[in-house]
T-cell receptor
Framework: NAGVTQTPKFQVLKTGQSMTLQCAQD?????MSWYRQDPGMGLRLIHY???????DQGEVPNGYNVSRSTTEDFPLRLLSAAPSQTSVYFC????????????FGPGTRLTVT | GESVGLHLPTLSVQEGDNSIINCAYS??????FIWYKQESGKGPQFIID?????DKRQGQRVTVLLNKTVKHLSLQIAATQPGDSAVYFC?????????FGKGTHLIIQP
């Protein structure tokens, strides 16, 4: 049971480039979410999904897209990277949106130059 | 702005002492509060949670206290060990997901 996995671990992009951060979980969780963590701050919710085919916006969704075609995968797409998107990105999953025990992946450290 | 916050960015304690990490929240409608531990280079790890209709909950070496009158949450770690060194976040469960505070860095001195 691998839990929540994220790839890549590190990524450097130039302004304007696009990329997809991958997230997968093998716990059959319905709820998945993406957070970003900036220095000296807590995590902020970007997008979330309560099940396959269903996604919704969190606190800071601008500049990011998500899709949920399967229960296991929840990729995060940066359409046109900006330096303000330099951050550490965490994916999490849980039994439901009201599942208080969320499991977090190891994170992707993204730098946009 | 932040609906959940922490009083101190850094807390230094002696190994073996008890640690108390504090958190203030502003959303009185929150039903559930959670403490997470984040070690360097890793994702947050669930420690303990508490519902709004409780004022205390105990786990293994950890206790969470909730004071709804002053909107205050605390995490107590008994007999602090080197492995407890991490950043601790309080979070509240909302309709969409978790709202995190900024975190307290717990430093363990030998």
């Amino acid at each position: 049971n691998a839990g929540v996995t994220q790839t890549p671990k590190f990524q450097v992009l130039k302004t304007g480039q696009s990329m997809t951060l991958q997230c997968a979980q093998d716990m059959n969780h319905e709820y998945m979410s993406w957070y970003r963590q900036d220095p000296g701050m807590g995590l902020r919710l970007i997008h979330y999904s309560v099940g396959a085919g269903i996604t919704d916006q969190g606190e800071v969704p601008n500049g990011y897209n998500v899709s949920r075609s399967t229960t296991e995968d929840f990729p995060l797409r940066l359409l046109s990277a900006a330096p303000s998107q330099t951050s550490v990105y965490f994916c999490a999953s849980g039994q439901g949106v009201s599942s208080y025990e969320q499991y977090f992946g190891p994170g992707t450290r993204l730098t946009v130059t | 702005g932040e609906s959940v916050g922490l009083h101190l960015p850094t807390l230094s304690v002696q190994e073996g002492d008890n640690s108390i990490i504090n958190c203030a929240y502003s959303n009185s409608a929150s039903d559930y509060f959670i403490w997470y531990k984040q070690e360097s280079g890793k994702g947050p790890q669930f420690i303990i949670d508490i519902r709004s209709n409780m004022d205390k909950r105990q786990g293994q070496r950890v206790t969470v206290l909730l004071n709804k009158t002053v909107k205050h949450l605390s995490l107590q770690i008994a007999a602090t060990q080197p492995g407890d060194s991490a950043v601790y976040f309080c979070a509240e469960q909302g309709a969409d997901g978790l709202t995190f505070g900024k975190g307290t860095h717990l430093i363990i001195q030998p």
